[in-house]
């Protein structure tokens, strides 16, 4: 009978699944071919467990009838008594030994692999495009990190090995059943096809259920992960109960799958006892005539009953772990989707590490779109000589955010050419040409940690002095001292303890200390209050003179100060030059300074 074309491709999809564990389980080779060989050897105890009875039934019980002639002088009665009894407890014993070694070698392999599995997925997140990150939302992400690789070790060590093992127990019976009475055997196994099909029914069920279950697992993480990030606009928004509602919805879903897992997985468990106890009846009946007309011991009846008991454990575990491997098999997918996305920005075969930069930036006939029809850049010419303080400025999505990241290479142009000193960015590794940079956006987010530890953050040098030396250049000093514990005060989770301007100050202290050859600010004093704007505006102008500034903002007085001012409106460049040339020209620069506002009301068209 054809299976279910469910149950074939839930099988092709965890060949698939182990197929690309393979290399990671293969790194543990040794351990691997050491367990494999004491779960072999437990099988094989297992195996042997009802050979004392059978040796006890047919050479003492039943005096020996059954048996070849008993020997001239056969061993008294209590010797034969004695090895039965210190047999059964070397068997039980070893196989209780062997299996115990068995699962903590089985668990430790999986253990490693998952160890290694997670640092890869975690690191391989970090490399993915923010474009990806954008699209992908972060609670599944992080669902995906911690519960479906914990679920998919499960393959590895406690579905998949177990259901050799019981693979290896079925084949090893029907052999030693098969050589025992072969009719009998055959009636025996007369309801194997019946569990077959019985298996592979609930299977496709079961494996469907579980895919089901993970997805919705992931959107309920994604959607608490939004409204406990976001917790005070939800608050503000009161939009509690409408994520209430969706995180309801899903947990139910999660909860009517799972239930459908177990009923079917209870279902399996179920017919497989039934079927059995019709096997077992059947050789009850048939093997009691054949042991009556002499063509079998009692021994080996004894030993065939027992086997088809056991028979029946290897099928019901089965139908447990057919359930657990397709939630593994479902988050084995989840799991090598992620593995499987390329990061969009990647060290260039070739690439070096950077150098220490002098400073200067171009920009030839740079464009960038982010898929849309409207690029974000359109054909930006710009040469920045070292240490020149340079505005960028302009309405709203006119691109100077996404001129930014071209220089961070948070993406890279669809034409033209980033350059520093002269090199195209492409030709230096990722992580050193981010070095080269410290960075100011508009809303800082501070890690877990220390205010002393956010401020060194990324940069070599630790020492007190050498914070506070930053601190103070970036007007945090008197703030940090004011705190219960000075720079050891715990910053609460991304900053919110702390004021916009005060996690802006530290973001700038960060930024001195790093003493970066190239900084980049991204309205840093956006959302600021007179004061604290007056406060940030002195302290990013006290950044080393020697490193190249780009910064983005609308503030005139801030723009006044630069040597270059960049007007990008719709991704070009409109204008450029000394902000008093500028503004001698009439042009739209100007007209931000005639009216302040001016930048802020064409942001809001
Ligand atoms: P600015 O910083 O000047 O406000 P941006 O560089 O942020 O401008 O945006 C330039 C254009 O690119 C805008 O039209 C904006 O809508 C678009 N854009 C910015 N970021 C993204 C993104 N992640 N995905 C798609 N479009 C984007």
Sequence with gaps: MARPKSTRDSVRRLGYVFTRLWPWIRDERS????????????????????????????????????????AADPPPVVLVLGLAAAAVVVISGLRALLEYRQRIGFARIGNRVLRRLRFQIYSHLHGLSLRYHTEKRSGDLLVRVMRDVTLLRDVTSTALLPLLANVLILAGMLAIVFFLQWKLALLAVAVAPLIVVATARSGSGIHLAA?????????????????????????????????????????????????????????????????????????????????????????????????????????????????????????GERVMEVLDEQPEIHDLPGAQPAPRFAGAISLSDVSFSYGSDRPALRGVNLEIDPGQFVVLTGPSGGGKSTL????????????????????????????????????????????????????????????PESIEHAARLAEADEFIRRMPEGYATAVGERGSTLSLGQRQRIAIARAILRAAPLVLMDEPTNGLDERNKWAVTRALLRLPHRATTVLVTHDPEIAERADLVVYLEDGAIVEAGAPATLRSRGGRFARLFADPASGRVEEAR
């Design 211 to 331: 895919r089901r279950q993970r997805k919705n697992e992931g959107a309920m993480a994604a959607t608490a992960a939004e409204s406990i990030v976001s917790i005070r606009e939800v608050k503000a928004l009161s939009l509690e109960s409408s994520f209430e509602d969706r995180f309801a919805n899903r947990n139910e879903r999660i909860q009517k799958e799972e239930l459908k897992t177990v009923r079917l997985s209870a279902g399996l468990g179920r017919n497989v006892s039934i079927l059995n106890s019709f096997a077992v009846a059947a050789v009850l009946w048939y093997g009691g005539w054949l042991v009556l007309g002499g063509q079998m011991s009692a021994g080996d009846l004894v030993v065939f009953l027992a086997y088809l008991k056991k028979a029946f454990k290897p099928a019901r575990d089965f139908a447990q772990h057919s359930g657990r491997l397709a939630k593994a098999t479902a988050a």
């Design 404 to 463: 930014i990241s071209l220089l961070l290479r948070l993406h890279d142009p669809d034409a033209g050419t980033v350059r520093i000193d002269g090199q195209d960015v492409r030709a230096f590794t990722v992580a050193s040409l981010r070095q080269s940079f410290a960075v100011v956006l508009q809303d800082t987010a501070l890690f877990s940690g220390t205010v002393a530890e956010n401020i060194a953050l990324g940069s070599t040098d630790s020492a």
């Design 31 to 70: 351990l691997l071919a050491a367990s494999t060989v004491t779960l072999v050897a437990g099988v094989a105890m297992k195996l042997a467990e009802p050979w004392p009875l059978k040796f006890v039934l047919d050479r003492v019980l039943s005096g020996g009838a059954a048996g070849p002639p008993a």
